[in-house]
């Protein structure tokens, strides 16, 4: 067991910093001038403001679900998690039903003579990015309060505090631990989010280094230029994945978000408010969902075949990489938790440091002198996928792992329970539950991610979530949703599937 | 016949040296105040911590290089001592093979087992379905599935109340008897030391001292066990 975790996490140091040695190797042809500057400018920008809006707007959001309770809190909650395993193109997409040119918002603009609002540039990528992540800082935030012992809530009650007092006492220090994690972590996110700044960004004002590095692949067919971009990326995104990973220690997708309410909500102007704040943030992440189901239903008539042939490619990337990371996640954590060597969580966190396209990119250097790298762009895409999203099962697993040793450990040893029968015995059944999930967010992460495959596929080796971005770039929007709609479909039942398949399969 | 060669123990400020035989088919009571290191001594014998230096030997052979399970023992830890999403039968069954592929005569003994110890026709219950009593019980008769010939409790029925204690302690007694095995007993109560072993080792101040006849020793305490006593005794 503790061999193969070795060499497993071995593996995954090797497909993290081989790549990355590619991209540096490679890095010439920087000019950080002109329109290089621009793009990291740019990328900057936008992940700061995002992060700012996503998380100012997140903090009302997150106090009125903290003091309220009203039917359908628990399912809002739910939904504030969704977000997580969305395709990005699909939110994009919704995104654009709204707002774009010939969206609900701008034909009403229209209706009553304003000028229309463009959903492209800056604005577009802030609006998708607040759009995603919102729901992500609310969690985050949520947790923050929930954590608060209800003691102190009342104490405060009892000592007489008027919310004025309430925020200066208790819910501001607690902010202040949390909002750093939770604006590195959007930061983190934002400065990496390649397929936002694919389908909404673009032009020199608006164009982030993941973009320009895909340009210099596609494009210019200039890798050393791609290389050199990607090291600056990579040392971005490993800053801020840095940042985000010692400043925050929830993840923000844990259970745990009900107790009964704490002490007495205020009524009067601060209830309107609440109510206000919820109905907006609501409408907010809902409305765009809702549209793309009206506009993609009538599109699933005229989906063509290829939807059919993608969806199944893009089922078979997930299911694979959803197995190979969760069984690469389980080993590693259960190693760490029986003492193995400390370099084996860096292993499995690691990932978080490079960005799926960097990896991208690091994979073409490498493949490309001995094969055409369009050949291999679905094993690549399936291994992309498995890495990036081990960090987060391996994060998920870790304290469950550990709780599993410290409670059995012992008593298996005893027993001489081991191998495979201590998996089958023990590890199986008692991680059930956590396994399921894992499994599936694995599954739908993989599912919707667009990516790597952009860099590599040509014609016809495409997922589903790049044939979404085809047939939008070919403006043949009904058919776009439609296959939108299908995808976020797959999205969530995988996740589903998986998720009620370890509760089904828990003890507990 | 297990013997402590010269055993030393130490883990941060803790030390704990211990050079002591115990006679075949022995009760053995081991008491001194918290901290002194009564269940490290048991965790270094059952193959849980690594000594740093001396040895542990069995009938003469060196247990070291043996994993827990391959040990010549049995070990009841304070709680978790069964696997709450395994039925009772499957508990025990793995007592006799751990992959848990049992021939239809080794079900046979499982459900012997069973009856042995007063849980006649519960095999098929959960650990959450049980008393506190229940589950120990289930616990010894996995102990005399195994049959090894020593046997540690660290403890397992310090959160029953005494009587239900008493009558547990008779138990092992009997699953002892039944197989001749050595019992290496942690304990805080000396009225469990007097009625259940004849030898008591005192661990206290670094050292385990080595077994003394346990009713001499309480009827004349040394120091260290007055201390641990306190002075109403």
């Given amino acids: ?508 | 016949m297990l013997r402590l060669d010269e055993l030393l123990l130490t883990q941060g400020d803790f030390r704990l040296a211990a050079d002591w035989q115990v006679p075949p088919g022995a009760r053995i009571a081991l008491i001194g105040p918290s901290g002194a290191g009564k269940s490290s001594l048991l965790a270094a014998i059952a193959g849980f911590y690594a000594p740093a230096s001396g040895r542990v030997l069995w009938d003469g052979r060196d247990l070291t290089p043996l994993t827990p399970g391959e040990r010549p023992l049995s070990i009841l830890f304070q709680d978790q001592n069964l696997f709450p999403h395994l039925t009772l039968a499957e508990n025990l069954g793995l007592g006799l093979r751990p992959a848990l592929r049992l021939t239809p005569g080794e079900r046979a003994r499982v459900t012997e087992a069973l009856d042995r110890v007063g849980l006649t026709g519960m095999g098929a219950r959960r650990p959450a379905q049980l008393s506190g009593g229940q589950v120990s019980r289930a616990a010894l008769a996995r102990v005399l599935l195994r049959a090894r010939p020593l046997l540690l409790l660290d403890e397992p029925f310090a959160a029953l109340g005494p009587a239900l204690k008493q009558e547990m302690l008779a138990l092992v007694a009997e699953v002892a008897g039944d197989t001749g095995a050595t019992v290496l007993m942690v304990t805080h109560d000396p009225r469990d030391a007097l009625e259940f072993a004849a030898l008591t080792v005192i661990v206290a101040g670094g050292l385990a001292a080595a077994p003394q006849p346990t009713a001499a020793l309480f009827a004349d305490p040394p120091a260290v066990l007055r201390d641990y006593l306190g002075h109403r005794q």
């Fill in chain 1, 1 to 508: 067991m503790a061999g193969g975790a070795v060499a497993l996490g071995a593996g995954a140091l090797a497909l993290v910093l081989l790549p990355l040695g590619a991209v540096a190797f490679h890095a010439g042809g920087l000019s950080l001038s002109g329109p290089d500057l621009a793009a990291l400018r740019f990328t900057l920008t936008q992940a700061a403001l995002s992060a700012l809006i996503s998380v100012t707007l997140a903090v009302p959001v997150a106090r009125a679900l903290a003091r309220r309770r009203f039917p359908g809190r628990g399912l809002l909650i739910t939904l504030m998690g969704a977000p997580f395993l969305l395709p990005v193109i699909v939110a994009v997409l919704a995104l654009v039903t709204v707002f774009g040119r010939a969206g609900w918002l701008n034909s009403l603009g229209a209706a009553v003579g304003l000028p229309p609002v463009p959903v492209y540039g800056l604005h577009g990528v802030l609006l998708a990015h607040v759009f995603l992540n919102l729901p992500l800082a609310v969690r985050m935030i949520l947790q923050g309060w929930l954590a608060v012992p209800s003691e102190r809530f009342r104490l405060a009650e009892s000592l007489g505090f008027c919310p004025a007092d309430i925020f200066r006492h208790i819910e501001r220090p607690m902010l202040r631990e949390v909002l750093p994690g939770a604006l590195a972590t959007v930061f983190a996110i934002c400065l990496t989010s390649f397929a936002v700044a694919l389908t909404l960004g673009g032009g020199p004002a608006a164009t982030t280094l993941e973009l320009a590095i895909y340009q210099a692949v596609r494009f210019e067919f200039d890798l050393s230029h791609a290389a050199g971009l990607a090291l600056i990326q990579t040392g971005l995104g490993a800053a801020a994945a840095l940042a985000a990973w010692h400043l925050t220690r929830e993840s923000g997708f844990g259970a745990g978000m009900d107790r009964p309410l704490a002490t007495r909500a205020p009524g009067g102007w601060r209830r309107a408010g609440d109510v206000l704040v919820l109905v907006l943030a609501g409408g907010f992440l809902l409305l765009p969902l809702a549209a793309l189901v009206t506009r993609g239903l009538p599109g699933l008539a005229d989906l063509p075949w290829s939807v059919a042939e993608a969806a199944l490619r893009s089922i078979t990337v997930a299911l694979l990489s959803a197995l190979i990371a969760v069984s690469a996640g389980l080993s590693l954590a259960l190693a760490v938790a029986r003492g193995g060597p400390r370099w084996l969580e860096l292993a499995a966190v690691l990932p978080l440091a490079a960005s799926g396209l960097v990896l991208g990119t690091g994979l073409f250097l490498l493949i490309q002198p001995v094969l055409p790298p369009p050949r291999l762009a679905l094993p690549v895409t399936l291994l992309v996928n498995t890495l990036m999203t081990l960090p987060f099962v391996f994060r998920l697993l870790l304290p469950e792992a550990r709780a599993l040793e410290a409670g059995y450990g012992r008593l298996a040893a005893s027993l001489g329970l081991r191998g495979f029968a201590r998996l089958r015995l023990l590890v199986l059944p008692r991680l059930a539950r956590p396994l399921g999930f894992c499994a599936g967010l694995a599954a739908a992460l993989s599912m919707g991610d667009l990516g790597v495959i952009a860099l590599f596929a040509t014609g016809r080796e495409v997922t589903l979530p790049l044939l979404v971005q085809q047939l939008m770039g070919s403006y043949r929007t009904g058919a776009a949703a439609g296959a939108a709609l299908v995808l976020v479909s797959l999205s969530f039942a995988l996740f589903w599937i998986f998720d009620a398949g370890g509760r089904r399969a828990s003890p507990r």
